[in-house]
């Protein structure tokens, strides 16, 4: 399995910066030991210059790991830290570091991190529009002149527009560089911004109600955002230790999901963050899961021989800065085709039924441009829309993305229902009657 960088998973960006503090006690006592052998000086300034980092190092990290002190992290490891393993007979003390990173899952921290650090911070700043004050202000960290020029350089090579100075600086993308229209990214980012302010509350909530499950059992808090398409959010449908559950086993087979395409510069990437598929047996939590999701939507979702009706879940667990451009999620007919037999058997996807994981400490909210609905992760809660029409038709107004992190853990469950389900066969009227689960 290949290490995950840490800054595509808060997570393990807070396992990261977690460990720090034991690194350092590791090295500080190597490099000692390592002088009182030898008698050589170097060894004596190493282990010195450990314990000088160790008494210098962030009081603690609040749990919560945020875009600067993730870029001042990273660099720490990078720059500092990383100058401890240069001496050659060192290399065996970077193997130890790098193998306790490993049992993590993850790799030291290298250029590429610190890039997609920088990026983050860019991200932030130009979807939440804010500038080095506003950044400095919300992680309550500052950043010298010289980490400024850097990403001032960067931004630059990204062709990103300057404005302003000092620490009014902000940065401006011209124009959309993604699959996205320049309107719908406008509109992205507006509702986006809606998270961080907080200060209005979508009016177009239609409908609070108490609704029942298939099975007539189970009763949950229900919020109608839209009525067509339709997309409802539902509360407390997860308890705590399942989304603990869920988080853990996701946890520990997280890869990267953040490259798409050739272009490899993140800032770039349609998508950033980390996740791994689990399917109904995985755990007993899994296959309760998905049984609560047949509940709630009354939409089936089991593995069938001839074809599964919905896809195992999708844990993801984003990183700083970490987004998904607005996209749909059925698939287009040119991936179809050129990936012939992948939908034959269960059809496109129909219907997403997301659970929140977690709450989200600032930003990642999930917003749907054409429909100025903006979803602020609640964690236990859950959201559902359908992708096609009752026809059957694609539904292009479901183009949805998900806001960068600001700060905080953004996880979430997702499991994408089949048209095979048959949800939309129901023995209702098709024209007049929603489905079932309306009423
Ligand atoms: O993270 C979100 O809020 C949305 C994720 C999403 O749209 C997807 O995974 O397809
Ligand atoms: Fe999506």
């Known amino acids: 399995q290949d290490l995950l960088d840490p800054c595509l998973s808060s997570h393990r960006m807070q396992q990261l910066m977690d460990s720090e503090s034991n690194l350092l006690k590791f090295l500080n006592q190597t490099f000692s030991d390592r002088a009182k052998l030898s008698g050589e000086s170097h060894y004596e300034k190493l282990s010195r210059s450990a314990s000088r980092f160790l008494a210098v190092l962030p009081e603690n990290n609040n749990d919560v790991v945020d875009p600067l002190r993730t870029f001042l992290g990273i660099k720490r490891f990078l720059s500092y830290y990383g100058k401890f393993f240069t001496h050659k007979k060192d290399k065996d003390v970077f193997g130890a570091v790098q193998r306790s990173l490993e049992k993590q899952k993850m790799k030291y921290p290298d250029k590429a991190?610190?890039?997609?650090?920088i990026d983050a911070i860019l991200r932030l700043m130009t979807a939440y529009d804010l500038d080095f004050d506003g950044m400095e202000n919300s992680s309550g960290v500052s950043l010298s002149s010289e980490d400024k020029k850097n990403i001032m350089q960067r931004a630059k090579e990204f062709?990103?527009?300057?404005?302003?100075?000092?620490?009014?600086k902000?940065?401006?993308e011209k124009k959309s560089r993604h699959q996205v229209t320049d309107t719908d990214m406008t509109k992205y980012n507006n509702l986006c911004r809606l998270s961080r302010h907080n200060s209005y509350t979508p009016d177009n909530r239609l409908s609070c109600s108490y609704a029942k499950g298939l099975s007539g059992l189970a009763v949950w808090k229900q919020e109608v955002?839209?009525?067509d398409p339709y997309i409802a959010v539902f509360y407390d449908v997860i308890t705590k230790r399942e989304a603990t559950?869920?988080?853990n086993t996701g946890a520990k087979i997280l890869e990267g999901s953040g490259v798409m395409g050739k272009n490899k510069t993140s800032l770039l990437h349609h998508r950033l963050s980390a996740s791994s598929w689990l399917w109904d047996n995985h755990t007993d939590t899994t296959l309760n899961l998905s049984r609560r999701v047949e509940e709630i939507t009354s939409l089936r979702t089991e593995f069938r021989d001839h074809g599964t009706l919905a896809e195992p879940f999708q844990i993801v667990n984003y990183g700083l800065g970490g987004h998904y451009f607005p996209h749909m999620d059925y698939h287009l007919q040119h991936v179809i085709d050129a990936q012939y037999g992948v939908l034959?058997?269960?059809g496109d996807r129909l219907a997403t039924f997301m659970y929140y994981l977690s709450d989200v400490k600032e930003g990642g909210a999930t917003v749907f441009p054409e429909l100025s609905v903006a979803i602020f992760p609640v964690k236990l809660s859950a959201v559902f829309w359908y992708n096609f029409k009752i026809d059957g038709e694609r539904d292009t107004r479901t183009l949805h993305g998900a806001c960068p992190v600001m700060g905080g853990q953004k996880w979430i469950a997702t499991k994408w229902i089949r048209q095979l389900s048959g949800g939309l066969s129901s023995t209702c009227e098709l024209s007049e009657t929603p489905p079932p689960f309306f009423r």
């Open 113 to 117: 991190s610190l890039g997609y650090s």
């Open 344 to 346: 034959e058997n269960s």
């Open 225 to 227: 955002l839209s009525r």
């Open 170 to 172: 902000k940065f401006i």
């Open 245 to 247: 559950s869920i988080m």
């Open 159 to 168: 062709g990103l527009e300057a404005k302003g100075s000092g620490n009014g």
